[in-house]
């Protein structure tokens, strides 16, 4: 079992920032890709940013030159880093990581719970 807990949510001011941080815990072999989404009430959920095993990184348009993922090479953590937030970037916000729980085994999907990211202007 592969669990994903994310923190460093809640209300923010306008062009404030925020760090959000995940960590994986269980059995885990080894962590490829790890992504975070953002879904908004009506909106369907959508990428903001991944980044690989090898270090590729995409973003969101919305969020490129405010949002910077990061893994810690030495724990099962990651984060992402927003500045300069929008009423916009409300949401709640998934941390995604694709992992392997043992050696013979294939990367599986695992999904956070969730936490709640609100911008007050």
């Known amino acids: 079992q592969v669990q994903l807990v994310e923190s460093g949510g809640g209300l923010v001011q306008a062009g404030g920032s925020l760090k959000l941080s995940c960590a994986a815990s269980?059995?885990?072999?080894?962590?490829?890709?790890v992504g975070w989404y953002r879904q908004a009430p009506g909106k369907e959920r959508e990428l903001v940013a991944r980044?690989?095993?090898?270090?590729?990184?995409i973003y969101a348009d919305s969020v490129k030159g405010r949002g910077t993922i990061s893994r810690d090479a030495y724990k099962n953590t990651f984060y992402l880093q927003m500045s300069s937030l929008k009423s916009e970037d409300t949401a709640v916000y998934y941390c995604?990581?694709?992992?392997?729980?043992?050696?013979?085994?294939?990367?599986?999907?695992?999904w956070g719970q969730g936490t709640q990211v609100t911008v007050s202007s």
């Open positions: 995604n990581a694709a992992v392997r729980t043992g050696r013979y085994s294939s990367l599986g999907d695992y």
């Open positions: 269980g059995t885990i072999y080894t962590i490829g890709a």
């Open positions: 980044i690989t095993d090898l270090g590729r990184i």
